[in-house]
């Protein structure tokens, strides 16, 4: 809930109460007027009403405000769903903003923010991709020279799938960065594809940078560990815990190697990934 609370300030379409208690008997209501902000042909958000970025970033904590609160009469959802598509990069991956490349936290805020919308299936699945001749899918109807279009959530899911080199890289040509773990397979996970992964060796990556002095570093043998990549990388393990390919007692060498073997050791609370929250403390939230 965390990031949630730092962006409950951002721009809705709702109003929302919030009673403060201040010792020692006075009560002050600070009432937030939350409105769309209008970008050119798209609408998305931004933090603060002026002077702000407007990104899928912001467009994500909306929709996890709105589902949170069960409230989503602050979001027009087919100006969301239109921005999100603007963001889709030539390659399949989801970018920042309109006319950027594909990067890997773009695209779980993309992805994550339809999921909340109900609209994942029927955005992906559209069938407005490349075309492709592979003989598996050629429609025979069509005639000898005509093939289906892949879909969207074909090229999202092999761009996501390529992402990874042991760990995960949030760009192509960049280098593995364990934040990523979360970003792009938790992707991955909402797409019910992380089995494509190879969880051993992303695993593996992770643990690697964990550091003496505690917590996980961005890169595997070197820098400093911080707040970001520890809870991400917690994150994932969380939702690996949770998946096809989950690791064995007896997995011989490998929980032995590069301090690794605290993992197999140990059981993580499990993960909401749309909302990056513990479930327990979800449900504790709603009730």
Known sequence: LGALVLYVNMQCQFNLQYE????PYHTKKWTMSISIQSKCTYDSFQ??????????????????????????????????????????SWDGGIGLIEGQEG???????????????????DVLDDGDGDIDDDDDIVDASLGPYRCKRISWRHELIRWCVSRQISGMQGRPNKVEDTCYSYWVGGALKILKCDHLLDHDALRQFVMCCQTDMGGFSKLKATGYPDLLHSF?????????????????????????RDGI???????????????????????AYYR
């Open 261 to 283: 073997a605290s993992y197999y050791k140990c059981k993580l609370n499990p993960l909401d990934c749309v909302l990056g929250m513990s479930r327990q403390k979800l449900e």
């Open 20 to 23: 403060i208690c201040a010792p």
């Open 47 to 88: 933090s603060i009403p002026l002077g702000s970025e407007n990104d899928l970033r912001f467009l994500y904590c909306a929709c996890a405000i709105s589902h949170i609160l069960d409230d989503w009469s602050g979001i027009n959802k087919d100006m969301a769903v239109s921005y999100i598509r603007s963001c889709r």
């Open 103 to 121: 990067h890997g936290g773009s695209t779980f805020c993309g992805v994550a923010a339809l999921s909340l919308m109900g609209e994942l299936d």
């Open 232 to 256: 991400y990388s917690m994150a994932w393990l969380s939702l690996s815990q949770n998946c096809s390919g989950d690791p064995k007692e007896d997995s011989g060498d490998l929980s032995q």
